[in-house]
């Protein structure tokens, strides 16, 4: 392994720490898995990460592993790429969204994606889906409305909340849920668009073979 490696699966959680981590300029290197291969179950990257989840993050024998650690790390580790804010506010604000994102959005797709999580019984499975669906829903409208100002979600300046708001809103639009995102929450949507004219975010879509926001 190299000085530093994220591993990722294509369209996961990882998407936001990849786009934070090319956004920074520095070199890495990825290693991609397949999660529907089973690849986070296999030996060799459970030596990695004995959760079996995506993202991780290897630095020279140092393994981070949580989407929001990762996100707070790469950009206090690259303060010149000004990607976490300076205000203390700011700071405050940057928190506040990624753990708004990340116990509430990230729970209520798991309950779509992964029922068997939540019910051992396969005839409940069914139920907790809708609710799932349905709590994301309510939970992008209210991010729908925080977002409702327009520009970048901190302080007017990009920083590594919105990959993560990114993150969600590919979900939104996906095959689980097919929310008409445009439709449902333009001012999301308006966000995700201007993420897209981003370098780094093309070049990590493409890498990962995503649509862009469109």
């Not at 005839?123 to 609710?131: E, Q, V």
């Not at 327009?150 to 990959?163: E, F, I, L, M, N």
């Amino acid at each position: 392994m190299t000085a530093r490696t994220l591993y990722y699966a294509p369209g996961a959680c990882s998407l936001a720490s990849h786009i934070a981590l090319e956004e920074t300029g520095a070199p890495y290197e990825t290693v991609r898995l397949n999660l529907q291969a089973g690849d986070q179950r296999a030996p060799e990257y459970l030596a990695v990460n004995e959760r079996g989840r995506v993202p991780a993050l290897y630095e020279d024998g140092w393994v981070l592993t949580e989407n929001t650690a990762l996100l707070r790390h790469i950009a206090r580790a690259h303060p010149e790429a000004r990607l976490w804010p300076e205000d203390l506010r700011d700071q405050a604000v940057a928190d506040e969204w990624l753990g708004w994102l990340s116990t509430n959005h990230h729970p209520a797709f798991a309950h779509i994606r992964r029922a068997e999580r939540y019910s051992a019984d396969e005839a409940a499975h069914p139920g907790i889906r809708d609710k799932g669906a349905d709590t994301f829903g309510d939970l992008c409208t209210m991010t729908e409305v925080r977002l409702s100002n327009g520009g970048w979600a901190v302080g007017g300046r990009y920083s590594v909340v919105d990959p993560y708001l990114l993150l969600f809103w590919t979900w939104g639009r996906g095959p689980a849920l097919g929310f008409d995102m445009a439709e449902r929450f333009p001012a999301w949507t308006k966000h995700a668009r201007a993420m897209a004219e981003r370098p780094a975010v093309q070049r990590v879509f493409a890498r990962e073979g995503l649509p862009l926001p469109a």
